[in-house]
Every structure is written in structure tokens, then in C-alpha cells.
């Protein structure tokens, strides 16, 4: 199969099944004598790892990172990356690929089962196999690496739980403590509404059911001249980024769809003389217009469907097109979206850590780290 690989300069190549005996990466493009905080990396993959949040999987997994290249011991816990490929492992433990025996002919509403096996002609029946979401602990590891890139530029990417089922936050991102995004189980940083998202959860598992949610990401600092204005439109790359994660069904940046509503006198931000320069009044764009990036705050949101694996009763058909009647018991996330919050930050650090090696602005060697 193709399409394991993401990025153009700054590439993050993965590997690995669900109940395989590890998953793992590549990063390759990174520029070398970028310094790495391995225990910061780390942190990151906790923070999406199964039993991270009491909201989700009861599915334990350490996720301990190995890595296997690509750099030199500097200090402590700290490397200096070669310029070489950095490989990356980190083994399943808690695995259990019998839980899916009674799957094996049997396709799961809402999963990839059928699809994969009219493109393939066969398909691992164990968790999805490599269409699992266990993948994107690989991307997590790639883009914790891309954010010590950003950092050393001055930005930051900051995602959070916005919306859980018809339970959400109105608000912005400019009158919440983001910092106390981890703090929260659901990930959620408007106390108010993390009480009610919780509510919301809780009642779902109990029936056996599944939510869909919403997770929104501002990356500030991003310098202006980021992506380019036909195909390789900063939105389109960061589009394509997120809608490359399991379960996400939506991608708007700035007003987005709401855009549609509004007239253009609503619509367009405003340009004004500050003490800081030009800027906009407003950020209906996103901080991206013409498909590149203007200075502002990139703010975009990612929507993702309820889990599919759920215990309520569901209609199906074997192999055989016979009818079946799934309620499959199993580890699963009554609601993925707060241990998505990592996964949407990984993949916006590598939109844009590729995008300012494209724009050929970075050398880690000689800026601060």
C-alpha cells in the first residue's frame, strides 16, 4: 500500500498494526543540531496514550518511545539530531488480536473492513490492522519532533476540546487559559462546559454508545509567507493533514462554513496600523489568505465522528452477504475526541515545520533552541 509517508521536506514515513507486536516511524528532512528534549517527547505520547483519560479506552499501553537513529546524546535527556533519519519503536503491549477472532468475516458498520478488502482483496481483522488509530501515536512522535523545529522559530501550536456531541464551548481561543488544557480529562479548557462534555460522555458509555466531537488548534507565531497560492495552499496542506486522522468527517479554518452566511462587508478583516505594523482588525481568514499564511493566528477546527465500535446492537452482513447482529464487547473510546488533541497538534507541527523548510527559514544550528 502506499501513502504511509506525509510531508515534502520534512517527512514523517510510519509503520505497524494495532495488535501487531510494535508501531513506529521515521522522520526524515530534519535539518541536523536541532536539540531534542526526549522527556518532552515523551510527555506528548502519554498524553494520547490508551488510559491517559478515564473518558476513554480501558486499553493500557506504556508507550514507551525507543528510538533507533538519527541522533547524538547531548545532555541528561536531551539529543542533537544527525540530519540523518530519525527511527522511532514503540511496542504493543497490551495487544490482544483474539478479542477480534468472531470479526474475522464480519464487517464492522462504520469501519474501513469492507473498503479495505474491495481495494486490497484481504484485510487484518484485528482492531482495523494498520487503519487503526494506534497509528497516530506515530504521528504524535513526529510532530513533537517538528515542534522543537517551531519552537526554536517562536511559534506554538495549541489544540483543545471545543465541542463534544451538542455540548460545546463559544469560546475564543484568546479567552481561555489553554495552559490548562492537560488539567482537564475531556481536554477542555472552559471549566463550564468540561462539566457538561463529561455529563455527556458518561451517559453515552453507560447506554453503550458512542459522540462525535470537535477539536479546534490556534498555532501562533507562524511568520507570514507560509504555503503557496495554487495547490500547495497552507489551509489545503493543514485540510489535508487533519482529514488524514482516523474518525475525522470536517476541516474549517477561520469563520469557515459560517463564511457562507455572512456578506463580504462582514466577512473581510480590516487592515490597521499598530506599534507591531500592519495588521488585521479581525481574523475571519485564519491567519491564511490565498492559501498563505499573513501573520495572524492559523485557527482552524476538526471535526470527528462518533466511534463506530460501539456495544449497542448494530445490523451487518458476513462475507457471504448473510445478516448479522454486531454488539461487540472490546476496549474502546465512547468518544475520541479528547485523545485527539495531541494527534490534531502532531499534524499541524508537520504542516509547518515542512512549510518553513519549503520556505528555506530555518537553521537550528544557528537560532535558539
Not at 463580504?264 to 505594523?277: A, K, L, Q, R, W
Not at 492559501?291 to 482552524?300: A, K, R, Y
Request: glycine content about 12%; overall charge neutral.
Amino acid at each position: 500500500m502506499r501513502g504511509n509517508t506525509f510531508g515534502s521536506i520534512f517527512r514523517l514515513t510510519t509503520f505497524g498494526e494495532s495488535h501487531g507486536p510494535a508501531i513506529g516511524g521515521a522522520v526524515d528532512g530534519c535539518p541536523p543540531g536541532l536539540l531534542l528534549d526526549i522527556t518532552a517527547i515523551q510527555a506528548e505520547l502519554d498524553r494520547r496514550r490508551p488510559g491517559s483519560t478515564p473518558l476513554g479506552t480501558t486499553r493500557r499501553e506504556a508507550d514507551q518511545l525507543e528510538f533507533l537513529s538519527g541522533l547524538l546524546s547531548a545532555e541528561g535527556t536531551i539529543a542533537r539530531t544527525m540530519g540523518t533519519p530519525i527511527g522511532f519503536l514503540i511496542r504493543n503491549r497490551d495487544q490482544r488480536p483474539a478479542d477480534y477472532d468472531d470479526l474475522r468475516d464480519v464487517y464492522r458498520p462504520g469501519h474501513a473492513d469492507r473498503t479495505w478488502e474491495q481495494k486490497f482483496g484481504l484485510r487484518d481483522h484485528r482492531g482495523g490492522g494498520r487503519s487503526s488509530a494506534r497509528e497516530t501515536a506515530a504521528r504524535v512522535v513526529g510532530g513533537a519532533i517538528a515542534r522543537h523545529l517551531l519552537h526554536a522559530q517562536g511559534i506554538q501550536v495549541r489544540a483543545w476540546v471545543s465541542a463534544v456531541g451538542p455540548v460545546r464551548t463559544d469560546r475564543a481561543h484568546t479567552e481561555l487559559d489553554l495552559s490548562s488544557v492537560w488539567s482537564s480529562d475531556v481536554r477542555c479548557p472552559d471549566p463550564d462546559a468540561a462539566y457538561r462534555m463529561t455529563a455527556a460522555i458518561e451517559e453515552v458509555r453507560a447506554q453503550g454508545d458512542s459522540l462525535g466531537g470537535v477539536v479546534s488548534c490556534v498555532i501562533t507565531g507562524a511568520p507570514a509567507g507560509l504555503g503557496e497560492p495554487v495547490f500547495d495552499k497552507l489551509h489545503a496542506d493543514l485540510g489535508k493533514a487533519m482529514l488524514s486522522i482516523n474518525a475525522v468527517k470536517g476541516f474549517q479554518l477561520g469563520s469557515g462554513f459560517a463564511a457562507a452566511t455572512m456578506r463580504g462587508s462582514e466577512h473581510n478583516d480590516p487592515y490597521m496600523s499598530t506599534p507591531h505594523g500592519i495588521r488585521t482588525a479581525t481574523n475571519h481568514s485564519g491567519g491564511v489568505q490565498g492559501g498563505i499564511s499573513n501573520g495572524e493566528d492559523i485557527v482552524f477546527d476538526v471535526a470527528f465522528k462518533p466511534a463506530s465500535t460501539i456495544r449497542t446492537p448494530q445490523r451487518s452482513v458476513d462475507r457471504e452477504g448473510a445478516p448479522v447482529v454486531l454488539a461487540p464487547e472490546g476496549r474502546h473510546d465512547p468518544c475520541v475526541v479528547p485523545r485527539a488533541v495531541p494527534i490534531v497538534e502532531a499534524m499541524a507541527c508537520l504542516v509547518i515545520a515542512d512549510h518553513l523548510l519549503r520556505n528555506a527559514t530555518v537553521h537550528p544550528a544557528r537560532t535558539r533552541t
